[in-house]
């Protein structure tokens, strides 16, 4: 099979994605330096809290709606039904969302917490009517890159301009929250400009409906976010703003680079393997094969150059950040280890293999890493702090794969025996 057009979307999206990546990769030292570690850790645990708010909203979307889209996306009454009833019932988890954020901003423990908190409220806004979902799932990604991609770059200079010192850290939030409601409201304007959709009546069954599909995705991401987002939050109730500074400089690297690479792979592949698969599931399997050696040779080799320039850090954003080198250090191998559970599970349990028993297995191995992950954390960061925290992702993201791999190898030997 022929995947000339995969690979030109790919690169495409490598691209895009450099960019959109790069910006924050050239605004994290400068923020670490400017702000100081204090600062740069009160971006950290209030980005993380809503993050957690965003998780919900989203509530496991980006994979159900996104696979349902590419599959009826030459079908304008099911896609403009799958759309509206997705959007609705986003809609709702907001202003649930927005009640929990009110309660999580009055709570006494979290008092320093609260500008910094306040100032992160429209992303989950924007993040919400952004729609990143659809436009993956009718293969027009590349354009939601672009979006983003102006936004960063339009308000780069506003970032080195109003950012000189700790105080203000409540410009660089602002400023990358403008970015998430600008997005939304382009991304907004295409969607309709472009008449891909009809307007639909939502019902209550509609939205009843999207909750229990996306419900197993759902508690599988949310397990992902507790050692992604929670494992921030563990260690700032712990220890000190400073310390959480520290781990989140290295734990932000480590994430930006691997999204940078992995992200533009599964936004155009994952779509595709699931459309592929209802058509053709041998040849599914082929593009899941081709996909997966090249996206692991890609990511092992980023986990060892991380790994060479690790002890530059230091070097570059001075004695305040001292321990940065040995966290970065320790979650070198977390690109290479999340993009094999990414493939085994996304690509190869979920669009691949496809059946209820596949669904209900990847859920299943989130909740088990999930309680695993909040276990190991506690202890680790109560006796270690900020190393302890980064042994426990490492950990959890080793379990993922394990996991992932083991049960999509188990269910593909089952389709060959029957």
């Not at 999340?338 to 996304?346: E, I, R």
Request: aromatic residues 14%; glycine residues 6%.
């Amino acid at each position: 099979m022929k995947i000339d057009s995969e690979q030109k979307d790919t690169l495409y999206l490598f691209l895009l994605q450099g960019m959109n990546y790069a910006i924050p990769l050239i605004l994290i030292p400068y923020l670490m330096i400017k702000l100081g570690v204090e600062s740069y850790g009160l971006i950290g645990f209030s980005t993380a809290i809503i993050q957690f708010l965003i998780l919900f909203v989203d509530f496991g979307f980006n994979m159900s709606a996104t696979k349902r889209v590419a599959i009826y996306k030459d079908n304008k009454k099911d896609l403009s039904r799958i759309f509206f009833s997705t959007v609705s019932t986003k809609i709702i988890l907001l202003l649930i969302s927005i009640i929990l954020f009110i309660i999580i901003y009055n709570i006494p423990q979290f008092h320093e917490y609260q500008i910094a908190l306040l100032y992160t409220l429209p992303m989950l806004i924007g993040n919400t009517l952004t729609f990143t979902w659809f436009y993956q799932g009718v293969g027009h990604i590349r354009y939601l890159s672009i979006l983003s991609m102006i936004c960063r770059i339009l308000l780069l200079p506003l970032v080195f301009y109003l950012v000189q010192d700790s105080g203000d850290y409540v410009y660089a939030i602002l400023i990358n929250s403008l970015v998430y409601i600008f997005v939304s409201f382009i991304s907004i304007g295409w969607i309709f400009k472009s008449k891909m959709l009809e307007f639909e009546n939502i019902s209550f069954l509609n939205i009843k409906s999207e909750i229990k599909e996306s419900f197993p995705f759902f508690l599988s991401t949310a397990s992902i976010s507790i050692y992604t987002q929670l494992f921030v939050v563990i260690l700032g109730i712990f220890s000190s703003p400073a310390v959480v500074g520290v781990y989140t400089a290295a734990e932000k690297i480590i994430r930006t680079v691997s999204l940078l690479f992995y992200t533009p792979i599964n936004q155009v592949y994952y779509p595709k393997v699931a459309h592929l698969n209802s058509q053709n599931k041998k040849q599914a399997l082929y593009l899941v094969s081709k996909v997966s050696k090249f996206t692991l040779i890609l990511m092992i080799t980023i986990s060892i150059m991380i790994l060479i320039s690790s002890p530059l850090l230091e070097k570059i954003l001075g004695n305040e950040y001292e321990g940065i080198t040995t966290l970065v250090q320790i979650l070198c191998l977390v690109p290479f280890l999340s993009a094999v559970g990414g493939v085994a599970g996304q690509m190869g349990l979920i669009a691949c293999i496809d059946n209820n028993n596949a669904k209900k297995t990847f859920q299943n191995i989130y909740i088990v890493v999930g309680l695993f992950a909040i276990f190991q954390v506690t202890i680790l960061t109560y006796f270690f702090q900020a190393i302890g925290t980064g042994f426990a992702v490492l950990l959890t993201e080793l379990l993922v794969a394990t996991l992932m791999v083991y049960y999509f190898r188990k269910y593909l030997k089952m389709e060959e025996i029957t």
